[in-house]
T-cell receptor
Framework: AQTVTQSQPEMSVQEAETVTLSCTYDTSESDYYLFWYKQPPSRQMILVIRQEAYKQQNATENRFSVNFQKAAKSFSLKISDSQLGDAAMYFCAYRAQYGNKLVFGAGTILRVKS | ETGVTQSPTHLIKTRGQQVTLRCSSQSGHNTVSWYQQALGQGPQFIFQYYREEENGRGNFPPRFSGLQFPNYSSELNVNALELDDSALYLC??????????????FGQGTRLTVV
């Protein structure tokens, strides 16, 4: 069974600075998708960024980028120029290429200090 | 806003009762998945519905059941509620075509408290 591990229960960053959230996963599949979701206090899970495992190039979405290391099964999220609105719970998630479910990590609470 | 709406937003039930949670999927989506998120944890997959049929199930007992309607909206039913069923229940909709699936878009969840 696939598992996703987020080893940082909580992280803090100063406004305008950069922070990296860590995620590792375990799978025997070769093709899959990885995601970072943001869950603010409003509870709605919002997709931040997506990475296809067959793509060697790391995904980027504005201030958000990932470092995808397939051999190491590592998928970290870098947030640049952190803003107060980035404060939330962040979840790393895995889905097999032909799978029907997302497997989530336990989450990392990100606090942004002004 | 994702276009996925859930009702009600909050609910309090007594142990042993039954509950029905509702989800209206995003326009154009044909697949609905349900997740249970206990406090301080990541969501856990309950099951998925595709074209009105169950299309995969997580490690949840049969007292968790669901339905998907022709308009692709969905219900999650939980019978014989237990205190451990207290959680945030998330619905996610997506579009699937012969094994290819778009990203899942989530609703705001239903907070269920069992007392």
């Amino acid at each position: 069974a696939q598992t996703v591990t987020q080893s940082q229960p909580e992280m803090s960053v100063q406004e305008a600075e950069t922070v990296t959230l860590s995620c590792t996963y375990d799978t025997s599949e070769s093709d899959y998708y990885l995601f970072w979701y943001k869950q603010p206090p409003s509870r709605q899970m919002i997709l931040v960024i997506r990475q296809e495992a067959y793509k060697q190039q790391n995904a980027t979405e504005n201030r958000f980028s990932v470092n995808f290391q397939k051999a190491a099964k590592s998928f970290s999220l870098k947030i640049s120029d952190s803003q107060l609105g980035d404060a939330a719970m962040y979840f790393c998630a895995y889905r097999a290429q032909y799978g029907n479910k997302l497997v989530f990590g336990a989450g990392t609470i990100l606090r942004v200090k002004s | 806003e994702t276009g996925v709406t859930q009702s009600p937003t909050h609910l309090i039930k007594t142990r042993g009762q039954q509950v029905t949670l509702r989800c209206s999927s995003q326009s154009g989506h044909n697949t609905v998945s349900w997740y249970q998120q206990a406090l301080g944890q990541g969501p856990q997959f309950i099951f998925q519905y595709y074209r009105e049929e169950e299309n995969g199930r997580g490690n949840f007992p049969p007292r968790f059941s669901g339905l998907q309607f022709p308009n692709y909206s969905s219900e999650l039913n939980v019978n014989a509620l237990e205190l451990d069923d207290s959680a945030l229940y998330l619905c996610a909709s997506s579009f699937e075509l012969t094994g290819w699936e778009t990203e899942a878009f989530f609703g705001q969840g239903t907070r269920l408290t069992v007392v």
